[in-house]
């Protein structure tokens, strides 16, 4: 279970069927769920972190497991402490000035947000530059990494709106 919900535990999406732009609000709550996540990281606040997991992923994860919600989100939590204890985030940014927005082919908005991520591992620096997915779940944004096959599988099974999607490719790095 351990895996299938690392697997997932940066995930984040989805929307209505059918093709609209944003409104106001949802431009505005974007940029707040942005910042607040930014903030988060920089302050290993694994609660907020974990709340960028849509419910609906929780719920599917969960399913597949044969274990309640609330345990994915404990075991979420316990996964992303881990990866704390092991890695030291030097720095985390996410580019709101070069936000893609987009639709996909069943017209559901969502938005690519360029991420970097400076890192140190056992010593070595590494710098990570992908793009952050979010996506509107009801009236909250969500944001999910995707740049791994088994979060963008998850991510179509529960918005089938994204079956058609193609998502850039991330990279990581060794820096001084």
């Not at 404990?74 to 070069?98: C, G, R, W, Y």
């Not at 909250?140 to 990494?145: G, I, K, N, Q």
Request: with cysteine; glycine share 4%.
């Amino acid at each position: 279970m351990r895996a299938l919900i690392y697997s997932f535990f940066i995930m984040c999406i989805a929307g209505p069927s059918s093709a609209r732009d944003l409104t106001d609000f949802e431009l505005m709550t974007l940029h707040v769920e942005i910042a607040g996540y930014e903030t988060a990281m920089k302050r290993h606040d694994l609660a907020k972190i974990s709340e960028t997991v849509p419910p609906r992923i929780i719920h599917f994860v969960a399913q597949r497991a044969g274990v309640p919600d609330a345990q994915v989100r404990s075991v979420l939590t316990a996964e992303l402490q881990t990866i704390m204890a092991t890695v030291t985030f030097l720095k985390f940014e996410m580019d709101e000035k070069n936000i893609a927005f987009r639709q996909t082919p069943t017209g559901v908005p969502y938005a690519l947000v360029p991420s970097m991520t400076l890192m140190e591992i056992k010593g070595v620096k590494m710098e990570a530059n992908s793009e952050t997915l979010a996506i509107i779940d009801g009236k909250d944004w969500y944001l999910l990494r995707v740049d791994d096959e088994s979060q963008i599988s998850a991510l179509r099974q529960v918005y089938p709106d994204f079956a058609d999607v193609t998502f850039p490719t991330g990279s990581v790095k060794e820096v001084e």
